[in-house]
């Protein structure tokens, strides 16, 4: 086989590939269509639920065991001692969870002098 009929052959496939891949499309764009309904009511749900309920990371005791202990270790014991007698206890563990932010936001603050 000659390389121009070689040539001519990929050509006509690429050619019928590309029809088809434009059938789907079409095919795909009258399936939007008849959802769209469908699809803007969903989005719109979504959008509700997102305003209902603010998606509020809990924040562990764990992480922040991490962040105090990185800090003990850069030399800032005494400070990261302070934050957490400063919240009414002696030890990390008897901290109340709510109070786990502000002690990441005091963590944060720190600076080794």
């Given at each position: ?15 019928s ?14 399936d ?29 005791l ?52």
């Amino acid at each position: 086989m000659s390389k121009i009929k070689l040539l001519v052959d990929v050509a006509e496939d690429m050619h019928s590939l590309a029809d088809s891949i434009q059938a789907v499309c079409d095919a795909m764009l009258g399936d939007e269509l008849l959802d769209d309904n469908k699809q803007t009511t969903a989005i719109k749900d979504k959008e509700v639920k997102k305003k209902e309920k603010p998606t509020v990371k809990e924040i562990k005791l764990e992480d922040v065991r991490a962040v105090l202990a990185e800090k003990s270790q850069a030399g800032m014991t005494a400070k990261v001692r302070e934050i957490i007698q400063k919240h009414g206890a002696e030890k990390l563990s008897e901290i109340e969870p709510k109070y786990y932010a502000d002690i990441l936001k005091e963590a944060e603050g720190l600076i080794n002098e």
